[in-house]
């Protein structure tokens, strides 16, 4: 996160970002892609994004068309899964076709395809940023410079099971890993609470790893990539994040099937009743509460910040940036259409439709969206105080390096101090100073 997941705490200073100096395609004066002055033509154009399975999408779009009989724009949609949605855009992006025009890219994605001249760049003269959250508009710059405009944000809260933890005398939520273990305990001597597990958080061979490792590690208070750019998984506190995912699945406090199922597997089964806590996107907040049979848990579950060892977790900044393509025809219109989905109302009533999270700050204090979304409150802090994946032009290989770590850890196939070792290694190369 609606473009499904998703694929998209501690401190707003403790940024894990990587150093981009001597990138490839990079011109030294700090510039990449196209000039805004590049943004020319008018006519139809493309929308390219991840499966919109709510409907709203092309809602918005038909609403675009209507007003723009001259300038339609088509939804070209692809995979669930980030990681080949970000291949087949690079795909287009490497043969300089002009098939794509709007990319609806995951925030660690902009500089990546910002370096490579994929992207052009945006005139934040003529796209209001001041009302946006200045957390996610950091997401769509690179190098002080625009590319891209944040349209939805993310950050990962704890869905947990408020009836079960009433029944079992638990009037609040967790805020530490022990309180977490010690409600479990108590709701599992529950008649209705048998055969649920306690905890999920995604720990499968993809994107969502990265994403557990960044929060892990980062609520214990270390980073994948300290402040100062260079790698730090040789530290105790990533080796308490890691071990933090490793026992909890080895333990039995997560499901066997957590090393295998995606963030919609995980959606499945907390809607199921399986789960006491997980840990989630805002976008299942509306669907688990539909009363439609779909959910087993509608109106049963509330959200509360993620935990971590001593207090209060960190949650992951994910979201999705919407940016124009340098090989694309009818600029013009694609920023247009950039500035309509990233509007006010447009993401209040995307927000309206899909629980998914907005940029603009205004709506997480409008009183008719926290009646429907009490949630928004806690969302908005999460975000603010996110920390986000490394920010690379390695991207790919980076994700890759810290995936293969965290799942060899946790299935058993290598010891934690291994694998963070590793990946040390791994880390150091990808980042190096070319």
């Given at each position: 996160?609606?473009?499904?997941?998703?694929?998209?705490?501690?401190?707003?200073?403790?940024?894990?970002?990587?150093?981009?100096?001597?990138?490839?395609?990079?011109?030294?004066?700090?510039?990449?892609?196209?000039?805004?002055?590049?943004?020319?033509?008018?006519?139809?154009?493309?929308?390219?994004?991840?499966?919109?399975?709510?409907?709203?999408?092309?809602?918005?779009?038909?609403?675009?068309?209507?007003?723009?009989?001259?300038?339609?724009?088509?939804?070209?949609?692809?995979?669930?899964?980030?990681?080949?949605?970000?291949?087949?855009?690079?795909?287009?992006?490497?043969?300089?076709?002009?098939?794509?025009?709007?990319?609806?890219?995951?925030?660690?994605?902009?500089?990546?395809?910002?370096?490579?001249?994929?992207?052009?760049?945006?005139?934040?003269?003529?796209?209001?940023?001041?009302?946006?959250?200045?957390?996610?508009?950091?997401?769509?710059?690179?190098?002080?410079?625009?590319?891209?405009?944040?349209?939805?944000?993310?950050?990962?809260?704890?869905?947990?099971?408020?009836?079960?933890?009433?029944?079992?005398?638990?009037?609040?939520?967790?805020?530490?890993?022990?309180?977490?273990?010690?409600?479990?305990?108590?709701?599992?001597?529950?008649?209705?609470?048998?055969?649920?597990?306690?905890?999920?958080?995604?720990?499968?061979?993809?994107?969502?790893?990265?994403?557990?490792?960044?929060?892990?590690?980062?609520?214990?208070?270390?980073?994948?990539?300290?402040?100062?750019?260079?790698?730090?998984?040789?530290?105790?506190?990533?080796?308490?994040?890691?071990?933090?995912?490793?026992?909890?699945?080895?333990?039995?406090?997560?499901?066997?099937?957590?090393?295998?199922?995606?963030?919609?597997?995980?959606?499945?089964?907390?809607?199921?009743?399986?789960?006491?806590?997980?840990?989630?996107?805002?976008?299942?907040?509306?669907?688990?509460?539909?009363?439609?049979?779909?959910?087993?848990?509608?109106?049963?579950?509330?959200?509360?910040?993620?935990?971590?060892?001593?207090?209060?977790?960190?949650?992951?900044?994910?979201?999705?940036?919407?940016?124009?393509?340098?090989?694309?025809?009818?600029?013009?219109?694609?920023?247009?259409?950039?500035?309509?989905?990233?509007?006010?109302?447009?993401?209040?009533?995307?927000?309206?439709?899909?629980?998914?999270?907005?940029?603009?700050?205004?709506?997480?204090?409008?009183?008719?969206?926290?009646?429907?979304?009490?949630?928004?409150?806690?969302?908005?802090?999460?975000?603010?105080?996110?920390?986000?994946?490394?920010v690379a032009v390695k991207y790919g290989d980076v994700t890759a390096a810290i995936q293969e770590a965290g799942y060899s850890a946790?299935?058993?196939?290598?010891?934690?101090?291994?694998?963070?070792?590793?990946?040390?290694?791994?880390?150091?190369?990808?980042?190096?100073?070319?």
């Open positions: 996160m609606r473009r499904i997941p998703r694929i998209g705490g501690a401190v707003v200073g403790a940024v894990l970002a990587l150093s981009l100096a001597g990138c490839g395609g990079d011109d030294g004066d700090g510039s990449s892609g196209t000039s805004a002055a590049d943004l020319q033509g008018r006519g139809p154009i493309t929308f390219v994004t991840g499966k919109d399975r709510s409907g709203n999408l092309q809602k918005q779009v038909d609403g675009w068309n209507a007003e723009h009989p001259d300038e339609k724009v088509r939804i070209i949609e692809l995979p669930d899964e980030p990681n080949e949605q970000r291949q087949q855009m690079i795909q287009n992006a490497t043969t300089k076709s002009d098939a794509y025009t709007v990319l609806n890219l995951d925030v660690v994605w902009t500089a990546e395809f910002a370096a490579n001249r994929w992207l052009t760049e945006l005139p934040e003269d003529k796209i209001d940023l001041s009302r946006m959250l200045p957390a996610t508009i950091k997401t769509g710059q690179y190098r002080d410079r625009l590319y891209a405009v944040p349209s939805t944000s993310d950050a990962g809260m704890l869905y947990y099971r408020e009836d079960l933890l009433e029944k079992a005398g638990i009037s609040e939520p967790p805020k530490t890993y022990q309180q977490m273990w010690d409600a479990c305990e108590k709701v599992e001597d529950l008649d209705e609470a048998k055969d649920i597990d306690c905890f999920f958080t995604e720990v499968n061979k993809s994107e969502s790893m990265t994403i557990s490792m960044v929060e892990a590690v980062g609520s214990a208070g270390g980073a994948l990539i300290g402040p100062d750019g260079e790698p730090a998984v040789n530290t105790p506190q990533a080796k308490q994040g890691l071990e933090f995912l490793v026992k909890a699945y080895a333990d039995g406090r997560m499901p066997k099937s957590a090393i295998t199922l995606d963030t919609e597997g995980g959606r499945r089964y907390f809607q199921d009743g399986k789960l006491v806590f997980q840990r989630q996107w805002p976008y299942q907040y509306s669907l688990a509460n539909e009363d439609d049979g779909s959910s087993k848990v509608a109106g049963k579950f509330a959200v509360a910040p993620l935990p971590g060892p001593d207090g209060p977790g960190v949650s992951n900044l994910g979201g999705h940036n919407l940016a124009v393509s340098a090989f694309a025809k009818n600029k013009a219109t694609g920023l247009d259409f950039i500035r309509y989905l990233t509007g006010a109302q447009a993401q209040r009533d995307n927000l309206l439709a899909t629980s998914q999270a907005p940029t603009i700050a205004a709506l997480y204090d409008d009183p008719e969206l926290v009646k429907k979304f009490p949630y928004l409150p806690v969302l908005k802090s999460a975000i603010e105080n996110a920390t986000p994946r490394p946790v299935t058993g196939d290598a010891p934690v101090d291994k694998a963070l070792a590793d990946l040390q290694g791994k880390l150091e190369t990808l980042t190096a100073r070319q």
